[in-house]
C-alpha cells in the first residue's frame, strides 16, 4: 500500500457532471496538496492544506472546489469542467509545509478527461 | 518571472551515463529537488541539495551551483528501468516549488 491513495485513478465526465476526486494519506503528514499535470508542462500547484485550512489557492477557476475533512482526507469536487482540464491529478502529502527538508510524497494520481 | 528549463527528452544507452540538467531563476532559493516519475506512477523523491557541490546517492548523483542557477542529475550504470520523466523543482524564499516541465529519459538495449 503506497503513503497517498487516490480514487478513481481514472475518471472520463461530461461538462455538466459533478464528480469527486478523493485522496487519503496514511503518513501522519500534516500538509496535503493538489497538483495538475499536463503533457509537457510542469506541475501546477493548485491548493494547499496545512491542518486541515486551506493556506494557498493559485487562481484556481470555482468549477473546482477543495475539501479537506481532516489531516488524512483531501478532496476535489468537479463540476461543469472544460475539456482543457483533462489531465493528471496529483495528490501529495508532507509533514509540514515551509521545510525544505521535508520530503513530498504524492499519490499515482487520477486521470481525467472531459468530454 | 520564476522558471525551470530542463531538456523535453533524452535517450540513453544501457550501461552508460547520462547527465541531465536543469536551470533555475527563482525569488529566492531554498533548494533544488529531483523526482523521477514511471509513466502512470507518482513521482518519488531521488535528491535534494541546497549547498552547492555533489550528492552521491548509489548509481545515481546530483549537482548543485547557487552562483549559476544550475543542477544536474548524473545517473551511473543506466538499466532499462532508469527509463522515466525526472523532474527539477527549486524552492523559493516561500517555500514555493517551482517546477520544471520534465525529462523524459529513454533507455535503449
Known amino acids: 500500500e503506497t503513503g497517498v491513495t487516490q480514487t478513481p485513478r481514472h475518471l472520463v465526465m461530461g461538462m455538466t457532471n459533478k464528480k469527486s476526486l478523493k485522496c487519503e494519506q496514511h503518513?501522519?503528514?500534516?500538509?496535503m496538496y493538489w497538483y495538475k499535470q499536463s503533457a509537457k508542462k510542469p506541475l501546477e500547484l493548485m491548493f494547499v492544506?496545512?491542518?486541515?485550512?486551506?493556506?494557498e489557492n493559485n487562481s484556481v477557476p470555482s468549477r473546482f472546489s477543495p475539501e479537506c475533512p481532516n489531516s488524512s482526507h483531501l478532496f476535489l469536487h468537479l463540476h461543469t469542467l472544460q475539456p482543457e482540464d483533462s489531465a493528471l491529478y496529483l495528490c501529495?502529502?508532507?509533514?509540514?509545509?515551509?521545510?525544505?527538508?521535508?520530503?513530498?510524497?504524492f499519490g499515482e494520481g487520477s486521470w481525467l478527461t472531459v468530454v | 518571472g520564476q522558471n525551470i528549463d530542463q531538456p523535453t527528452e533524452m535517450t540513453a544507452t544501457e550501461g552508460a551515463i547520462v547527465q541531465i540538467n536543469c536551470t533555475y531563476q527563482t525569488s529566492g532559493f531554498n533548494g533544488l529537488f529531483w523526482y523521477q516519475q514511471h509513466a502512470g506512477e507518482a513521482p518519488t523523491f531521488l535528491s535534494y541539495n541546497v549547498l552547492d557541490g555533489l550528492e552521491e546517492k548509489g548509481r545515481f548523483s546530483s549537482f548543485l551551483s547557487r552562483s549559476k542557477g544550475y543542477s544536474y542529475l548524473l545517473l551511473k550504470e543506466l538499466q532499462m528501468k532508469d527509463s522515466a520523466s525526472y523532474l527539477c523543482?527549486?524552492?523559493?524564499?516561500?517555500?514555493?516549488?517551482?517546477w520544471g516541465a520534465g525529462t523524459k529519459l529513454i533507455i535503449k538495449p
Open positions: 523543482a527549486a524552492m523559493d524564499s516561500n517555500y514555493q516549488l517551482i
Open positions: 501529495a502529502s508532507s509533514q509540514d509545509i515551509g521545510d525544505p527538508a521535508d520530503t513530498i510524497y
Open positions: 492544506y496545512s491542518l486541515e485550512e486551506r493556506v
Open positions: 503518513l501522519g503528514h500534516n500538509a
